[in-house]
């Protein structure tokens, strides 16, 4: 693969990067790029070499990180981690600049592997994207030692106070790293195109538990030190760290639950189909590759569903519904072991690898375990939430191929990535038929496993391995549609549930003037509940949505899925009777998914913005960096405006 010239003579931004570093680095900078010569043989070029990651400042394209080992204490006091980070690099280039990205990292010395000091400077900052952090290296230069200390206010990093815990007796600490807070963390090359193994040791206060997304040691330790090993080579936003009071139960010989002592046996007894899940997508998609795998539930604040931290998913405990009706966000990370982990979208613009591919999956395990009916639901879920999604985004927000243009990639989790690329995949299967695309997602997944991918490089590969071997294929998907097109293509796969068709006999009695009291919805699933919700109208009226919350209590639902959505109507339709359950809901827990929507409803309302100015500072301190950061922008638009 030819290597860009350019890039491979200086370092990303060069010029721009080094405007506000000391004067020595800049001569040092001139020198380095006036003298270094072209490299006499092209090294063998790792797959996405060419690919240009606007989201890194790192230079990879000279150098990479092989390895990193990191040397960490934990701080609840001072609520940071401070330590080192010692890199492992390639450097093909032979380049004397080793660019990392960092944001708000205090680094306190960079050392060499053959002992000296290094020279070294931070950037011009960008709001999401942080700061290069500029290190002068030798070209036979093998290894940095980077001491440094992370802010409190690091964005992947949350602190709890005991109180935010279930115990209420110990500290937690979580972390969050994708897409690009690793960062904030560690200072590393944060692309997911660069892949590197990683050990650490991480001490902590003596009666808590470190977990990683690691080898991890399952058991607490009198010394409070604890060792990690992740021999996968992994991407850097699937680092992870957890320290708290924590349990373990197993599931199976090779899985099993962390989580608060309190929480630990509702959590194994709700998951407790995990060994079959794995089970079921080794069948469909190849081996298991990373060992172990295990989940960590976490506190209420953990902003996510769940994050697929390698040997260790990160899940919230709002899924714990007690009849395993939301276990589908943990087929979900399951099956990013397979894409995403394996397979590694190449940088945030191809975000629809990871998560179109995984939601795909997730159904066909769901499918496998709990049948096509339950299945049928998810899928008609997910394509009502397109439908409503896409009423109001961007027409170039709805291709699979993002272009998120220097903006911040946390903006890239939409319907477009989920669930227009699950049903893209979808309408392949159909199209081809399922045995011949199980098979080429399994040779997808082997041939580049531990790889990264970029849209294109999976068209071709699909095209050449699949489509052309099915007449007609390619015009009957009409791929380009999907991927490099707005909206859902005409030729969309049918989607529909029986069981839904049932429900919305009910809601259209009960649209047309029918008491609540006649409908019947004795034997309603989470899911049925939800799309009766979804069915109703915001036109529906106070009185109404006050009559089915008598009749049916559903701002006392602790099902968070159909409290979620109810709420969401109760705000639109302003029936503001469901007030103490909205404050309960924002006050106890902090998924975005959840939290969002409402915020965004009730700042509609004059009401609810009342509600806002009185519940908001309450809540915000409970709630993770990341949503803290976006419901900011939400109850404050002016403020975020100003910023910019
Ligand atoms: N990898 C994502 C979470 C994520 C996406 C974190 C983008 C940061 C940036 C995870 O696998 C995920 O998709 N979680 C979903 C659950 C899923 C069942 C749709 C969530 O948290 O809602
Ligand atoms: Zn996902």
Redesign the pocket.
């Known amino acids: 693969m030819p290597r860009n010239p350019r890039n491979s003579e200086e370092p990303r931004n060069c010029c721009s990067m080094l405007k506000n570093s000391l004067a020595s680095l800049l001569l040092i900078a001139a020198a380095a790029c006036a003298r270094q010569p072209a490299p006499a043989t092209v090294p063998p070029a790792p797959v996405a070499q060419s690919v240009r990651d606007a989201d890194s400042f790192a230079n990879t394209d000279a150098v990479r990180v092989t390895h990193l080992a990191l040397d960490l204490d934990v701080d609840f006091a001072k609520k940071q981690l401070a330590g080192t980070a010692t890199l492992d690099l390639d450097n093909f280039g032979r380049t004397s600049w080793l660019v990392l990205d960092s944001r708000d990292l205090t680094i306190r010395s960079v050392k060499l592997d053959d002992g000296t000091a290094a020279t070294f400077a931070i950037g011009e900052s960008k709001p999401a994207h942080g700061a290069p952090l500029t290190i002068g290296i030798k070209p036979t230069t093998r290894q940095v030692t980077i001491a440094y200390v992370t802010s409190p206010d690091a964005p992947a990093l949350q602190w709890l106070e005991p109180e935010q815990t279930s115990g209420k007796k110990s500290p937690f600490l979580l972390s969050?790293s994708?897409?690009i807070l690793a960062r904030s963390w560690v200072p590393i090359q944060d692309t997911p195109s660069v892949r590197f193994t990683y050990d650490a040791t991480v001490r902590v206060p003596k009666d808590l538990l470190a977990l990683m997304s690691a080898e991890n040691p399952m058991q607490r330790n009198a010394t409070g030190v604890y060792t990690f090993r992740m021999t996968n080579p992994i991407p850097s936003y699937l680092l992870a760290i957890a320290v708290g009071d924590i349990e373990f139960r197993a599931l199976g010989p090779n899985s099993g639950v962390y989580a608060e002592p309190s929480v630990v046996d509702a959590a194994a007894r709700e998951f407790s189909d995990l060994p079959k899940m794995i089970t079921a997508t080794e069948e469909l998609y190849g081996p298991y590759r990373w060992g172990r795998y295990d989940a960590l539930v976490l506190p209420p604040s953990f902003p996510?569903?769940?994050?697929?931290n390698p040997r260790l998913t990160f899940l919230t405990p709002t899924i714990i519904a007690g009849d395993k009706s939301l276990v589908?966000?943990v087929t979900?990370?399951l099956a990013?072991s397979w894409s995403g982990n394996l397979v590694t979208n190449a940088t945030w613009n191809d975000f629809w690898l990871?998560?179109g591919f995984?939601?795909y999956i997730?159904q066909r395990i769901v499918e496998k375990l709990y049948g096509t009916q339950f299945a049928d639901m998810q899928w008609e879920l997910a394509r009502t939430g397109i439908r409503k999604e896409f009423q109001t985004s961007e027409p170039r927000s709805q291709w699979l191929k993002l272009d998120l243009a220097g903006g911040d990639p946390?903006d890239?989790?939409s319907a477009t990535v989920?669930d227009k690329g699950s049903l893209f995949l979808r309408k392949i299967e159909e199209t081809v038929g399922r045995e011949a695309f199980d098979r080429f997602l399994r040779s997808y997944f082997d041939t580049f496993a531990f790889q990264p991918m970029t849209t294109e490089r999976f068209l071709e590969y699909l095209r050449a391995n699949l489509l052309s071997n099915v007449p007609g294929a390619e015009q009957k998907i009409d791929v380009n549609a999907w991927v490099y097109g707005p909206g859902i293509p005409p030729n969309e796969p049918v989607i529909q549930s029986a069981a839904f068709t049932r429900v919305e006999e009910q809601s259209k009695r009960f649209l047309a003037g029918g008491p609540a009291s006649a409908i019947d919805a004795s034997a309603w699933s989470t899911q049925e509940w939800v799309h009766f919700i979804q069915s109703l109208p915001s036109t529906l009226g106070a009185a109404r949505a006050a009559e089915l919350d008598r009749t049916f209590h559903l701002s006392d639902r602790r099902n968070f899925e159909v409290l979620e959505a109810w709420l969401e109507k109760a705000i639109e339709n302003e029936y503001w009777g469901a007030d103490a359950a909205i404050e309960r809901f924002v006050l106890a827990q902090g998924r975005a998914?959840y939290v969002r929507p409402i915020y965004q409803k009730l700042m509609a309302t004059e009401h609810g913005r009342a509600f806002i100015a009185r519940v908001y500072p309450v809540a915000r301190p409970g709630y993770h960096p990341i949503v803290q950061a976006m419901l900011d922008k939400i109850v404050n638009p002016g403020d975020a405006k100003a910023a910019q």
């Open positions: 969050q994708e897409s996510f569903g769940g994050m697929e589908s966000v979900h990370e990013h990871n998560e995984t939601t997730e946390d890239a989790p989920y998914r």
